[in-house]
């Protein structure tokens, strides 16, 4: 059945309302407060993020048939069809310290310091033992298939990409700018003709409550670079 959602004209912009996670509901829907579970707000984030189904299956340990039941009811809750559509979908899940206005507020674009470097690795048990052991480096913290590491205020992230599947990855190394508002920044370089592979998402959550947001974008000759935004609780 389809969602009969804001209707264009009649208050703010479907835009502004999908931004805040706000859709209308069907009827009979669980008893979450939000337009989304937990779990579909972290299968969405994986589709934003490029990871196909059968890779957000092993992320997750469940099968793709889960996968794609829940990528169903998502979209039927926010009245979008097609996964294209959701990978551009700027949706914030009202727990996210980035459904505040205070969080939202740009004054102009400025690209901070590169936040993180992410390196492609084929062993990540091995990988991180050498970074740690005989390069020296501080280990952060590892989650899952991903290892952080501290680099002079730098931080180095190594990625087994070996579960991940990223079809317009053109480049081993990506670059990671930090900025403070990421969904402002995204929308002022798209002005400037930036190309977006899929709207900013939530990638991490620390246990103090610290967000890790992102999104990707293509240099001119393809390669993949990143927006990156630490979102304070």
Excluded at 16 to 29: F, H, P, Q
Excluded at 47 to 55: A, E, F, L
Excluded at 150 to 179: A, K, T
């Amino acid at each position: 059945m389809k969602n009969e959602g804001p209707q264009q004209g009649e208050g703010n912009s479907p835009r502004d309302s999908i931004r805040c996670g706000v859709a209308e509901r069907r009827r009979g829907r669980p008893r979450h407060a939000d337009v989304l579970t937990p779990t579909e707000w972290a299968i969405v984030d994986a589709v934003r993020h490029g990871i196909s189904d059968r890779g957000i299956a092993k992320l997750r340990g469940i099968s793709r048939e889960a996968v794609k039941f829940h990528l169903v009811n998502a979209k039927g809750k926010i009245g979008l069809r097609t996964r294209a559509e959701l990978r551009q979908w700027p949706g914030v899940p009202l727990s996210s310290p980035l459904a505040a206005k205070e969080h939202r507020q740009m004054q102009a674009l400025a690209l901070g310091p590169i936040g993180q470097i992410a390196r492609a690795v084929k062993d990540l048990a091995g990988a991180e033992r050498f970074y740690r052991d005989v390069l020296g480096l501080r280990h952060l913290f590892t989650a899952g298939k991903l290892a952080f590491f501290d680099c002079g205020g730098v931080r180095l992230m190594l990625e087994d990409r070996s579960i991940v599947e990223i079809p317009d990855l053109h480049n081993d190394s990506v670059l990671y700018f930090r900025v403070q508002d990421i969904h402002a920044a995204q929308e002022e370089l798209e002005l400037r003709g930036v190309t977006f592979t899929g709207a900013p998402h939530l990638i991490h959550k620390h246990a103090d409550g610290l967000e890790e947001w992102l999104t990707f974008f293509h240099e001119p000759g393809g390669g993949l670079l990143s927006l990156i935004s630490q979102v304070k609780p």
